[in-house]
């Protein structure tokens, strides 16, 4: 890898990190400040467009790459037809059964019994099953994973193990959700900040962090939308919110995660990109 290469490689990130964290908190500052719920007037717009600063700092580096009258890279966010373009619905499953499994798994062991009643609820506040599963792919997986995983995740791993990667886009993502345990009406919010939830909730971002990541190396940016949408849709559907449900949601989503890695070093997988010309192809 060359000096310059590698000066491109984290100058895309900077500009990414910049502009990601600049826009969200801007707009969920703003959110805070109104002191109303989220998804009301005149908060609704702040909150939503704030949970926009990934997909934002995506197209911010790709302007900048614009600019420099550098080559669009052929692995794009863009959606292609291919063969392996559809392991995202395996990878949506896989995502959806680790909250199902653990649902179960509390429920056996005395915790919360799995109710759909509260997920029929929310379908119906939607305003039906369409809008809402349109609602769910929007705010998470589509305004996020262009950013994540197709811009950030590919500039880590040029330098980096995938566990490596995964672990420090987690945490930065992380962070970035913390604005949002001080808006009225958020998930976060009612978990609060300093609570067994809250803390589960910040933790869970890491072992999805690394099955996004996951996904996205096996099938780009629509694999690691789909187990994006997997997760928040399910766990919206059956009202994930004790801390034993959550716990038991991180436990499995970290075994499923790690046998995924270490399937991947086995077969000598894991290691980052090897040389300037896939550095090129950085999205």
Do not use: C
């Not at 990414?16 to 005149?42: G, Q, Y």
């Not at 509260?118 to 369409?130: D, F, H, P, S, W």
């Not at 490596?164 to 970035?176: D, E, I, K, P």
């Amino acid at each position: 890898m060359t000096t310059a290469t590698s000066a491109r490689q984290h100058d895309g990130l900077t500009t990414f990190w910049i502009v990601t964290f600049a826009w969200a908190f801007a707009f969920w500052l703003f959110a805070i400040t109104l002191d109303e719920p989220a998804m009301t007037s005149p908060t609704l717009v702040p909150y939503l467009l704030g949970g926009f600063g990934p997909a934002i700092g995506a197209i911010a580096v790709r302007i900048r790459r614009h600019r420099r009258r550098q080559p669009i890279p052929a692995h794009t966010v863009r959606l292609r037809l291919r063969p392996r373009l559809f392991w995202a619905l395996p990878m949506l499953a896989l995502a959806s059964g680790t909250v199902l499994a653990a649902v179960l798994l509390a429920e056996f062991l005395g915790g919360p019994a799995l109710s759909l009643t509260e997920g029929r609820e929310l379908i119906a506040t939607a305003g039906g099953t369409v809008p809402f599963l349109i609602s769910m792919l929007i705010g998470g997986p589509l305004a996020e994973e262009p950013g994540w995983r197709g811009t950030a995740y590919p500039r880590l791993r040029a330098s980096m193990s995938r566990l490596h990667a995964g672990l420090l886009l987690g945490a930065a993502w992380a962070v970035w959700h913390l604005p949002l345990f001080f808006i009225n009406g958020t998930l976060q919010s009612e978990f609060g900040l300093v609570s067994w939830s809250g803390l589960l909730f910040t933790l869970s971002v890491f072992p999805m962090a690394l099955l996004t990541g996951y996904a996205y190396e096996l099938a780009g940016v629509a694999a690691s939308v789909a187990v994006h949408f997997g997760v928040n849709t399910t766990i919206a559907l059956l009202t994930v919110k004790a801390p034993a449900a959550q716990a038991l949601v991180l436990a499995v989503q970290i075994i499923v995660a790690a046998a995924l890695l270490a399937s991947q070093r086995n077969r000598g997988q894991d290691r980052p990109a090897l040389d300037h010309r896939e550095m090129a192809d950085l999205r």
